[in-house]
């Protein structure tokens, strides 16, 4: 039904701009030098005015209304099951959803189907009522739209001005996602440290991590909270993957920019770049299956105890996957430097490899820089190959032949991995509230950096 309100919507709209442009037209009588604004724009505005209107009434009124019908189905399955926590009540309305769109559903009962027959009338309600109001809020706004056109009728000026709003708003929108992510962090995390106490300490300079085990009534023992073993676990492949990816990536870059003939570029960067496309999963089936047993096999072949998951396993296949962000990136920035600094460190008699190390790299370090902190945040986010190849195990080591976990691994883990979804959230958001510190730490030393070595050329 909303769908189709859209649909309508931007069918009146597509009507009102070309009666608006006809009727400038009409005004104009083959001398469009008295209007104000040309006819596409008497068009465009009406157009406009349209899709806001109802667009905006539809858009609006379905997320208002829709808040109030699942509130109602929370009342009354409230009101019939008092004893359910809450998340059980959000699987209930969620199967109740499922039964009123016609799905099938993993649960259904008496109270289910009493919430869905709820849920379709309210949704039949509101899907007609809002039709009909946005239909109606449409049409006024394009013929107010149609009326305004005339000679003198500024209608450019307000057309530019609406989609200043809507570029203003889309800003707007994701400024305030990023704040809203931010909150909901920050939140959890208080209430994580509110249930251990507020040790701080046992959860950022602890060494034990089972959150979950032993726990009571949804209280967590703030001895089992430590993320130490985390942190260094994420911080060891990392390492690891820059260590794989930095080299390789920057000096690709290098070859390809300012040694590669322009045939052989034109076939080995796309080559290059297909790896950025691969999923990510088969990067973790590619550890898992060839690169680990072969890291053990040659372990064992030298005398070395190297575990079957292994740091160093996830850590080179992660830096295989960084290596097209960094590369790719690092020839832009080095193609971006001027010819006229080559050329001059031609002149002064420097060599090719001479002109690269010293004027070439230092005049893209910033871009390259940027290109690094790519490749880090890719590897600090990265889930299925340190699933897949490194283990799920809190291990505190820095041995890369051992098994360890990441932050994310566990985040994952936490949240899919337990039924008390209120107790599971705590130490799960509270890791990607550390998380998102440290990639925020990464993000400013990289911007200070950028602005310390940035140079503008003309």
């Known amino acids: 039904m909303i769908a189709s309100g859209f649909a309508a919507i931007f069918t009146l709209a597509l009507l009102f ?69 809450q998340i059980e009540m959000q699987l209930v309305y969620s199967d109740a959803a499922a039964i009123a769109a016609g799905k099938l559903s993993s649960t259904s009962d008496a109270l289910r189907e009493m919430a869905a027959a709820r849920l379709g009338a309210l949704e039949t309600l509101r899907g007609w009522t809002l039709l009909a109001v946005s239909l109606v809020a449409a049409v006024g706004a394009g013929l107010h739209a149609t009326r305004r056109v005339s000679a003198r009728w500024r209608a450019r000026n307000r057309a530019e001005s609406i989609l200043t709003l809507f570029l203003w708003a889309c800003a707007a929108v994701a400024v305030l996602t990023t704040i809203g992510i931010i909150l909901s962090l920050v939140f959890e995390t ?30 967590l023992d703030a001895n089992r909270v430590g993320a130490v073993p985390l942190f260094v676990g994420t911080f060891l492949i990392t390492l690891i993957a820059m260590i794989v990816a930095v080299p390789i990536g920057l000096l690709s870059a290098i070859y390809l920019s300012d040694f590669a ?21 088969v990067y973790g089936f590619f550890a898992a299956i060839t690169v680990a047993p072969f890291i053990r096999d040659s372990g064992t072949a ?87 190849a490194a283990g799920q195990g809190a291990n505190l080591t820095l041995n890369p032949l051992e098994a360890v976990t990441t932050v994310t691994v566990q985040i994952v883990m936490l949240i899919t991995g337990y039924t008390d ?24 030393i990289a911007l200070k950096v950028v602005r310390h070595y940035r140079e503008i050329y003309d």
């Open 421 to 444: 979804a209120e107790t599971a959230a705590g130490p799960a958001f509270s890791l990607g509230f550390a998380l998102f510190f440290v990639t925020l730490i990464l993000n400013v």
């Open 17 to 85: 701009f070309a009666t608006a442009r006809a009727r400038a037209l009409r005004i104009a009588a083959g001398a469009p030098a008295i209007l104000h604004s040309r006819p596409n724009f008497h068009g465009l505005y009406a157009f406009l005015l349209t899709l806001v209107a109802g667009w905006g009434l539809l858009g609006i009124g379905a997320l208002i209304w829709g808040w109030i019908d699942r509130e109602i189905v929370f009342a009354l399955i409230r009101q019939n099951a008092p004893d359910l926590k």
């Open 190 to 219: 208080i209430s994580f440290l509110q249930q251990i106490g507020w040790r701080v300490d046992k959860f950022l300079l602890g060494t034990n991590w089972s959150p979950l085990s032993g726990v009571q009534a949804g209280v």
């Open 302 to 388: 030298l005398g070395l105890s190297v575990a079957s998951e292994s740091a160093l396993a996830a850590g080179v296949v992660m830096g295989i996957m960084i290596i097209p962000f960094i590369s790719s990136l690092s020839d832009d920035v080095i193609n971006a430097v001027p010819q006229s600094l080559r050329d001059g460190s031609y002149a002064l008699g420097a060599t090719r490899a001479e002109t690269i190390r010293q004027v070439v790299l230092p005049a893209a370090l910033p871009g390259i820089v940027s290109a690094v902190l790519l490749g880090v945040s890719r590897a600090v986010g990265e889930t299925m190959i340190v699933v897949m």
């Open 261 to 281: 003939s322009n045939r052989l570029r034109s076939w080995a960067k796309p080559l290059l770049e297909i790896l950025a496309g691969i999923p990510t999963v």
